[in-house]
């Protein structure tokens, strides 16, 4: 049984950062591609961030880059989103993504993140 859990959201400060993980079991975490979206209240959920098996080649959305890290640690096969200098705008609920060599995609529950002065 697949299972991604992410977690490490909640409330921030404009500036603040946070660390998301994801947990991952049920699949071959290091050959599959994993990822990061968010969705806006009221929107559709659009891309962040990829990590490609082995993390060395990572992709960001032009929105985030610079104050998002994606990283990974496939011996405890965990995805990591690093958000710095956040803003309101990054209020969004982060999901976590996989792709797996064999073409399977699966989707975490997803972590709220609330940006508020």
């Known amino acids: 049984q697949v299972e991604l859990v992410e977690s490490g959201g909640g409330l921030v400060q404009p500036g603040g950062a946070l660390n998301l993980p994801c947990a991952a079991s049920g699949f071959t975490f290091s050959s599959a591609s994993m990822s990061w979206y968010r969705q806006p209240p009221g929107q559709e959920r659009e891309f962040v961030a990829s990590?490609?098996?082995?993390?060395?080649?990572?992709n960001y959305a032009d929105s985030v880059n610079g104050r998002f890290t994606i990283s990974r640690n496939n011996a405890k096969s965990t995805v990591y989103l690093q958000i710095k200098s956040q803003k309101p705008m990054d209020t969004d609920v982060y999901y976590c993504?996989?792709?797996?060599?064999?073409?399977?995609?699966?989707w975490g529950q997803g972590t709220p993140v609330i940006v508020v002065s």
């Open positions: 990590s490609f098996m082995a993390g060395t080649e990572t």
């Open positions: 993504n996989a792709e797996t060599a064999e073409d399977y995609e699966y």
